[in-house]
T-cell receptor, first 115, second 113 residues
Framework: ETGVTQSPTHLIKTRGQQVTLRCSSQ?????VSWYQQALGQGPQFIFQ???????GRGNFPPRFSGLQFPNYSSELNVNALELDDSALYLC??????????????FGPGTRLTVT | GDSVTQMEGPVTLSEEAFLTINCTYT??????LFWYVQYPGEGLQLLLK?????DKGSNKGFEATYRKETTSFHLEKGSVQVSDSAVYFC????????????FGTGTSLTVIP
């Protein structure tokens, strides 16, 4: 059974650009959540996807968007990058649904640097 | 809104010392409470959890008790090892929200031989 994987590991972008981060859920998991972890801070919930639809969103602007695919892999897209978007982005998968709390498994993260 | 307040670090202890990391929370309803650990260069790993008042979560010698009267979930370990050096995060999950977690800011622990 493979765990949660994320790509790329590191990424450097320029302010104003767009970025796509990818996540492959643990086998069989149908729910994925994305978190932003700024340096020295705890992870902040961005949004959650279940059955290819966003279901739950934290305090992040619309330029943060996502997709979940039929195979439960997922993408996080960020448009018009700002310097404050520099952070570790974590993906987490679980088995359940928007109101069912299954155990959540985290990937190793993608380190995004915006210059 | 829901939030977690966690003891600030960094914390440095000698091997075999007693560890306490304080965590208090603010939430409506009855959240589930968690401790996660993050080793350098790795993602978060679930350490222990408690889903209702007075539950005690335990794993690898670590313990935490869900105290609703004090809205706390302090992490303890009787004898730390060098391998326990990591960043520890307290988190809560409100009921019926799937996996929308609220994390504390993390406490860095270094254990010296």
């Amino acid at each position: 059974e493979t765990g949660v994987t994320q790509s790329p590991t590191h990424l450097i972008k320029t302010r104003g650009q767009q970025v796509t981060l990818r996540c492959s859920s643990q086998s069989g998991h149908n729910t994925v959540s994305w978190y932003q972890q700024a340096l020295g801070q705890g992870p902040q919930f961005i949004f959650q996807y279940y059955r290819e639809e966003e279901n739950g969103r934290g305090n992040f602007p619309p330029r943060f968007s996502g997709l979940q695919f039929p195979n439960y892999s997922s993408e996080l897209n960020v448009n018009a990058l700002e310097l404050d978007d520099s952070a570790l982005y974590l993906c987490a998968s679980s088995l359940g649904g928007p109101t069912v709390s299954g155990e959540q498994y985290f990937g190793p993260g993608t380190r995004l640097t915006v210059t | 809104g829901d939030s977690v307040t966690q003891m600030e670090g960094p914390v440095t202890l000698s091997e075999e010392a007693f560890l306490t990391i304080n965590c208090t929370y603010t939430a409506t309803g009855y959240p589930s409470l968690f401790w996660y650990v993050q080793y350098p260069g790795e993602g978060l790993q679930l350490l222990l959890k408690a889903t209702k008042a007075d539950d005690k979560g335990s794993n690898k010698g670590f313990e935490a008790t869900y105290r609703k009267e004090t809205t706390s979930f302090h992490l303890e370990k009787g004898s730390v090892q060098v391998s326990d050096s990591a960043v520890y995060f307290c988190a809560l999950r409100p009921p019926n929200t799937g996996n929308q977690f609220y994390f504390g800011t993390g406490t860095s622990l270094t254990v010296i031989p």
